[in-house]
């Protein structure tokens, strides 16, 4: 008796390892396949990166840098178009990141929910998906001729601002969802009202993920072409707009908002039109250029990400 | 106020429901015709089993119920000395829960330093005297027992503290605005026995001061704390009198099979 008791478990044994082995094999199978996956998709924008870094390399210079364009491929620069991608983020950061962290919060705080909160949600998880041209063709019809603004910076970086706009939005929505319901709870119950809640702890607790949100929406913006193209950018230009802060009272004026302008992307495109090899490689070295100021932004959005994950734990 | 037909005529009445229906948004009715009055300076428990309408009674007296669309109470409940039916539409929840607050059944501290914990209800009055705060804060955590523990700390992140000082942190910020009743909603549930002691303890301390409304689950706890408890079943008051008599001598059946242990 025993001993058949003993075969029977032996037997069993046998068939539960049997089992577990081959679903450890699936394990094994998704992980292989999945790293496989990650490692192809590295590998491909490594290679396209260093092959720019390589064709680019003669030109890794601080010339590069503080030249404008040229019609000698060697003596020119990039000067005015970093100027100018810079000077259009900044009205794009001013204009979208106030306007979206506004709307997540009202959305996610105010907004009854009913048909029109659903379809503005609706309506701004397309406009994150809508081609980036629409967004020009748009901004053309409305700021350059609507409003008059004309083709200058501030049309551009307004231009960047709604294709980012969505990003902030979603972003800022997501990070509120985050909060435990506790939390709001417990602010309400001191006596808060929604305007407390929100300014108190929503936007406190869910500004790491607004943050990450605006960085990869800036990070987007700066390697848009087609919309600043449509509006009308300058492909060639040899000067810079005001300077935004001057050493005389009051020190900031605006005057930049309305000068015309190029930004990196078109610098790169308008060099790589061109039949001579030696503009080429300044198209590369401007394309590294960008390549690496989007995966600084990135890197920063997930340090930032990292870093109040570990302090604010639910 | 004095009433023939009241039970227990030499206590105050602090707060009462009178014919309390509340609905749900999905239209489930959660109390029916629920009278109870709150006394003063007195611990009033509510046991019941899970789902008998507790929690959702208790959440009536700061009309925590306003802040999801769709749910609605009907009937009232009478704050006195002035006579305010706070849940009238045209009574502010917001006033409501300046004079009431509660604490909750997890600790649920801000993400901020204990000192802006405890100080945020009198942030949210517009307090900004440094002064003022300071002494209110240290007031409010020696109320809530915390103030040796943490007076060395105080901008440390509240965090960093048990889950048992978390819960008396909580205490501390119902607290520190002097409301005239405070609402318990299970806050011993998460903790170990001793930080329950500690809060135990704490609540008799603390009805010297105000009223208290307390949702339990653990029926010793209800006994040993409280003066008045109140059963509920399946959103209906089913007795309500003075602690030792529920325990010792029930007038229902129901009750009594519930402390018992036969059913719950």
Known sequence: ?314 | MVDKKRKHPKEIIKAEANSLNFFYADGTQALKKISLPVYENKITALIGPSGCGKSTFLRCFNRMHDLYPGNKYDGEIILHPDNTNILDKRVDPIEVRMRISMVFQKPNPFPKSIYENVAYGLRVRGERNKRVLDDKVEEALKGASLWDEVKKRLHDLAFNLSGGQQQRLCIARALATDPEIMLFDEPTSALDPIATMNIEELMAGLKEKLSILIVTHNMQQAARISDYTAYMYLGELVEHDETDKVFTNPSKKETEDYITGKFG
Do not use: C
Not at chain 1, 19 to 38: C, Y
Not at chain 1, 190 to 219: E, R
Not at chain 1, 271 to 282: E, G, K, L, T
């Open chain 1, 1 to 314: 008796m025993a001993n058949d008791k003993k075969v029977d478990i032996e037997n069993n044994l046998t068939l539960i390892r049997s089992l577990i082995a081959k679903h450890k094999r699936h394990d094994h199978i998704f992980a292989g396949v999945g790293m496989f996956v990650i490692i192809s998709l590295t590998i491909t924008l490594l290679v396209l990166f260093l092959d720019l870094v390589f064709d680019g390399y003669p030109r890794f210079n601080l010339d590069f840098l503080t030249n404008f364009p040229s019609r000698r491929a060697t003596a020119a620069g990039i000067l005015s178009a970093w100027v100018g991608s810079s000077l259009v983020l900044i009205v794009t950061f001013f204009a979208a990141v106030p306007l979206g962290i506004a709307a997540g919060v009202y959305l996610e705080e105010y907004a009854k929910k009913n048909w029109f909160s659903d379809l503005i949600e609706i309506n701004v998880t397309n406009l994150a998906g809508v081609p980036s041209i629409i967004y020009g063709l748009l901004a053309l019809g409305l700021f350059v001729y609507g409003f008059g603004l004309g083709q200058t910076i501030l049309t551009a970086g307004l231009t960047l601002a709604l294709l980012m706009l969505p990003i902030v939005i979603v972003a800022t929505r997501e990070a509120i969802r985050a909060i435990p319901i506790h939390i709001r709870e417990a602010a309400y119950a001191v006596g808060a009202t929604k305007w407390q809640v929100s300014l108190h702890h929503v936007i406190q607790y869910s500004y790491g993920g607004i943050l990450t949100g605006v960085i990869i929406g800036m990070a987007r913006a700066i390697g848009e072409t087609a919309p600043v193209i449509t509006i009308g950018a300058l492909t060639f230009i040899a000067f810079l707009p005001p300077s935004p802060v001057g050493l005389e009272p009051p020190f900031i004026n605006f005057e930049w908002l309305e000068a015309g302008f190029t930004v990196l992307p078109i610098q790169m495109f308008n060099w790589i039109s061109r039949p001579q090899m030696a503009f080429h490689v300044n198209a590369a070295a401007t394309g590294a250029i960008i390549i690496l100021l989007t995966l600084l932004m990135n890197g920063l959005a997930i340090k930032i990400r990292y870093n109040i994950r570990k302090k604010i734990k639910w």
